[in-house]
Each structure stands twice: as C-alpha cells, then as structure tokens.
C-alpha cells in the first residue's frame, strides 16, 4: 500500500491509474480492493474482494502488512506513468486463468480531488485523493 507522507498543495491532481478493465463492459476495477471506480467519492469497502494474486488479502485488517489508515476512502494515482505501467504489467502476470479471460490490467489517467495527500508507493511517487473528478484511457 501508500505511504502517504504529507498534504498536497493544489484542489486536484491528474495523474496515471493503474485499473483492472472488464473487457465485455469496458468499466474500470480496483485490483487490491475489487470495487468499481466511478467520479464521485471514493468508496469506503467493508470487504475486500482483490483481482488477481499481487495484492495483500487482508489489506483491511489493521494489523497487517499493507493497511494504511491515511488511505482509507482514497485512491492512489501515479506521478509518472512508466512507474504506472511497471505495476500493471505485474498485476496482469498475476491474474487467474478466468480473470484473464474478462480482465486486462491498464493504465488510464484520472484526476483526483479532496483531501489530496501525496506519499510513496514501494519507491514510486504518488498522489492520493477522496474524490473521483475524471477517468480517461491516456
């Protein structure tokens, strides 16, 4: 998960989204959490439902590897797109036979708002945000 170390300055930030795209609907998925991204506010799931094996199965549980409270209603989106496409690429070698049937890992740009916090993921820069203003295949 994020690091997120500290307030954004700005009241939005468009930035590369690595999403799972259900190939038959064309609608965009959270490969950690399983939830439809949608513009609006950024779901708080109860249940974790993941795609693929690349992401911890107890990411809600606070006493795990990988829970991060200041993430909690937030998406994440990458500053620079090559770190983006390096995590897709993962994500798709670790779909099952039967996602990989309905699913493809891409990366659209999506600008993000409210509450922005910006942080790292592994080594990569990030921005994250409560609120879904724009989602667009770069």
Known sequence: MCDLTKKFKGLSYTGYKVVCKDINTGN????AMGFQYKCGRVPIPEKQCRIGYRFNEFILIDSTQGYR?????????????????????????????KEQKHLETIVIKMTISEGLMEGIYGLEQVVAGKRILFMKES
Do not use: P
Not at 76 to 82: D, L
């Open 28 to 31: 965009y998925f959270s490969a």
């Open 69 to 97: 409270e200041k993430m909690i209603g937030r998406t994440t989106v990458f500053v620079n797109q090559e770190d983006a496409t390096k995590l897709a690429e993962d994500i798709n070698r670790n779909l099952s036979e």
